[in-house]
């Protein structure tokens, strides 16, 4: 069974080495696709697509100002506030309402409750707790090494101002003949003052420490953001569990929740709601109404469309060509 095959095979590596004898090139192969021209034409996308939305926002607007819809955004209001006050003057409602509110602050207070007793939060709680004593002592020693090298009597700069250099240089200020001139006296003193001051010892060290702070509040940023997320996660963890008192409190919470609905969607409340609802349905289906007169409105969010699919495609190639 394998002779067929192979000579099939043969019969390509002959057709291949007879290509190659009678000067055909083999097919080079495809280029790879250049990100940085992908993300140009992503980014000239974006700006089209961006006009095209400020159009279709424009047209909205104009629809959205209509008087026969204003009216009925008006009557919308007004039948959502009635609503709103008819609930609030319900006695069951607001009864259900107050028990809902605090079954879910109870269900929330055991979840924190449990996170703080777990075992896995703990050190994480410490780390934090750490971590904000070490930034408060870096932001201290930072505000002190710029403290060295700002303020007026500091040692630095109390040497600067004697410095017979700079005095030189400074002189130039007074000396100046007009404003221009008095500027970039300033500015020459200004930097021959500062250039002087890094070239300290003293200076030196402040700087460096402001370096070091800074760097080491980074990191500390980075490990109060990787404890925090663990804080999270195992808080989602624990608001997710079976455990009894938990399950108990979220099954009064569901509970108090549906009280809530069934006296929100009460006959009480009934014909008000439904007032309430037409109002919204009349207005939704007149500004639909409106949006579909408008030709250019439909193009408009075709174009729009067409053009952020393309940007999806461009996107997934930009993918394609960073692995």
């Not at 007004?78 to 069951?92: G, L, N, Q, Y």
């Not at 896995?120 to 002592?137: I, N, T, V, W």
């Not at 007009?178 to 200076?203: I, S, V």
Request: overall charge positive.
């Amino acid at each position: 069974m394998r002779k067929p095959v192979l000579c099939v095979l043969g019969g390509v590596v002959l057709w291949a080495a007879a290509a190659v004898l009678a000067g055909e090139a083999a097919p080079a192969p495809a280029p790879a696709p250049d990100a940085e021209a992908l993300k140009k034409q992503v980014a000239e996308l974006k700006e089209k697509a961006k006009g095209i939305q400020t159009k279709i926002d424009e047209a909205a607007a104009k629809i959205k100002a209509a008087p026969d819809l204003v009216k009925l955004a008006e009557a919308t209001t007004k039948a959502a506030k009635a609503f709103d006050d008819a609930r609030k003057a319900d006695k069951d409602f607001v009864a259900a309402n107050q028990a809902s509110v605090e079954a879910a602050m109870a269900v929330e207070k055991l979840i924190d409750e449990k996170l703080t007793a777990s075992d896995q939060a703990k050190p994480l709680a410490a780390e934090l707790a750490g971590a904000a004593k070490k930034r408060a002592d870096l932001d201290y020693d930072e505000a002190l090494a710029k403290l060295e090298l700002t303020h007026e009597s500091s040692p630095i700069n109390f040497a600067l101002d004697r410095d017979p250099d700079l005095v030189k240089v400074k002189k130039a200020i007074s000396e100046a003949p007009d404003k221009d001139a008095r500027a970039k006296a300033f500015k020459a003193y200004e930097d021959a003052r500062k250039a002087k001051r890094d070239a300290t010892p003293e200076a030196q060290k402040a700087l460096a420490r402001i370096e070091t702070d800074k760097k080491e509040r980074d990191e500390l940023r980075k490990a109060e953001s990787a404890a925090r997320a663990k804080l999270v996660d195992l808080r989602h963890t624990i608001a997710k569990g079976d455990a009894p008192d938990l399950k108990a409190a979220r099954d009064r919470m569901a509970a108090t929740f549906k009280a809530v609905a069934d006296a929100s969607n009460g006959e009480a409340l009934k014909a008000i709601r439904t007032a309430r609802d037409e109002a919204l349905a009349a207005y939704d289906a007149k500004r639909k109404e409106l949006a579909a007169a408008d030709p250019n409105l439909a193009a408009l969010r075709k174009e729009r469309d067409a053009l952020r699919q393309e940007m999806d495609q461009l996107a997934e190639k930009i993918r394609a060509a960073a692995k």
